[in-house]
């Protein structure tokens, strides 16, 4: 049967030899592909001037649904979805030029592993922490995850931080 060569951007395999390889790398699919891949990662002032350059999709404004999706080369974002848009690049222009307007200080995630290892550390072994480490604790929100973790959607739920009254548990005596 012989090699074949997957495409992780086309989500495609086919029998690799170089007439074969060449045609999928200049194909026009390929390229789409590749392309949707990279505008997952754009930030949010690139992706407003290209829809600002575009004219609405008619098609995606009269039945909200267009046939050529993502590869459609006319915009089908809203004015409210732009508005939305300039707020977010707003927010990150000012939290990115006064340190004050952070929510919360910016912590390494190097930082917090140290301090995370130490507390276990000090828990394991049975000793009470230093004073030092009860007042930077007393300083933090409950919850001792990075505020940039919290951001990421669809963590898994061991990765989520507790409810404010902690975890709800019965307690069920009935074994066996």
Same mark, same amino acid.
């Given at each position: 049967m =012989?090699?074949?060569y ?5 989500d495609r *395999? ?5 007439? %074969?390889?060449k045609?999928?790398?200049? =194909? ?11 505008? %997952?990662?754009r930030?949010a ?5 290209? &829809? ?7 098609? !995606? ?7 050529? =999706? %993502? ?5 089908h974002?809203?004015?409210?979805d ?9 927010d ?11 929510? *919360?200080? &910016?912590?390494?995630?190097?930082e ?13 072994? =049975? ?7 009860? &007042?930077? &604790?007393?300083?933090?929100?409950? %919850?001792?995850?990075p505020?940039? !973790? ?27």
């Open positions: =012989g090699k074949r997957y495409c992780d951007y086309c *395999s086919f029998q690799d030899n170089m007439h %074969n390889r045609k999928h790398l200049y =194909g026009v699919q390929h390229h789409r592909s590749k392309k949707a891949w990279f505008d %997952n990662f930030d002032a690139a992706i407003l001037y290209d &829809e600002q350059t575009k004219k609405p999709c008619r098609k !995606f404004l009269q039945t909200g649904q267009c046939v050529f =999706g %993502n590869n459609c080369r006319f915009s974002m809203s004015e409210r732009m508005e939305n848009l300039r707020m977010q690049i707003e990150e222009r000012r939290s990115r030029e006064d340190p004050e307007h952070r929510a *919360s200080p &910016e912590r390494s995630i190097e917090w592993l140290t301090r995370r290892e130490k507390k276990r550390a000090a828990l394991s072994s =049975g000793s009470v922490l230093k004073e030092e480490d009860e &007042e930077d &604790e007393n300083n933090q929100p409950e %919850n001792d995850i505020p940039h !973790f919290l951001t990421i959607p669809d963590l898994p739920p061991s990765l989520l931080p507790p409810p404010p009254g902690g975890w709800k548990v019965k307690v069920r005596t009935e074994w066996g």
